[in-house]
């Protein structure tokens, strides 16, 4: 299979992460719940239509039931192939798989304790700590570039070490670089380059996973977004984002929340903290332009 069949491509890359984790998360975390992207209800058809022969001896591939979910104390929220769009273009490295942890820690609104974003292209992986901060991974002392490979991207200099902490970097003054869609850049977003100061750039990049990567290896400044996403398309990077240091909530400023029973969570902020109110106030100056 190559990229000559893009939709078998992005199915079957799809298919087989999903399989992958959900085997991990089975054996190594056997009592806990999981809401995958590819574990819905509504994309059984594509499981059992990609299941080969030896699916029978592997782990249930269906999400937690809701009700079992809602009441667990621990809950996986994953997208196994995040950008499935750019994973089918030949080149293109700005897709990820993102797995992160919720746990219900005595309160109901719960909290993301733990996530990673691999982006497998790129040999990075962007991740939480046990102490509570973030760490940047390398395959490879010598990896790429960083997601929108940029010259002088701070995972392609030689001789960095293989791991090491990660701290979201500040912006460089009278310029704000914001990751957008590579396709469908949000009306309001293009009118918040209007209303706010300092100057705005859009940047096009693939995936959430990526744009939210890009913010954190300073290749941009800010992710702005809304108009349709789900839990597990934030989940991962929003902890990684927390743990770095960055700022991450909705774009009224309100928290991220997780393990809901509607898992639609439609738009997100991720920034430095310095960054935040001046995006927020532009946010809400163009509120009306908001996708409703």
């Known amino acids: 299979m190559g990229f000559a069949d893009a939709r078998a491509l992005k199915d079957t890359g799809d298919l087989r992460s999903h399989e992958y984790l959900m085997g991990a998360l089975a054996e190594r975390c056997p009592g806990d719940a999981v809401l995958s992207e590819e574990g819905r209800s509504s994309v059984a ?25 809602l009441t667990a104390d621990r ?28 746990v219900r820690d005595g309160s109901p609104a719960g909290r993301l304790a733990a996530g990673a974003v691999a982006l497998p292209a790129q040999g990075v992986t962007l991740r ?6 973030a760490l940047l991974v390398r395959e490879e002392a010598a990896a790429p570039d960083a997601v929108t490979g940029g010259a002088g991207s701070i995972v ?4 960095l070490p293989r791991e090491g902490p990660l701290h979201v970097p500040g912006p ?12 469908r850049p949000p009306e309001f977003v293009r ?6 100061d300092p100057e705005l750039e859009l940047v096009p990049i693939g995936s959430a996973g990526a744009k939210i990567s890009a913010v954190l290896l300073g290749e941009v400044d800010a992710y702005v977004h809304a108009g349709g996403q789900y839990e597990w398309d934030s989940a991962a990077p929003a902890a990684v984002a927390l743990a770095a240091g960055a700022h991450a909530s909705r774009v009224d400023g309100a928290p991220l929340a997780y393990n809901r029973e509607d898992p639609r969570l439609p738009d997100i902020l991720v920034c430095h903290p310095v960054s935040a109110s001046t ?13 409703k």
């Open 45 to 69: 058809g594509k499981r059992a239509r990609g299941a080969d022969a030896g699916a029978a001896d592997r782990a249930p591939t269906a999400n937690t039931a809701d009700a079992e979910r």
């Open 279 to 291: 995006l927020l106030t532009g946010i809400r100056d163009v509120s009306d332009a908001l996708p």
């Open 191 to 196: 009118r918040l380059a209007d209303v706010v």
């Open 128 to 133: 939480t700590d046990a102490t509570g901060g």
């Open 172 to 183: 460089d003054a009278g310029k704000l670089r914001i990751a957008v869609s590579r396709t």
């Open 75 to 102: 809950v996986w929220i994953v997208d196994p192939l995040d950008g499935t769009r750019e994973f089918s273009e030949e080149g293109r490295r700005d897709w990820a798989v993102h797995v992160a942890l919720w």
């Open 156 to 159: 392609g200099r030689r001789g």
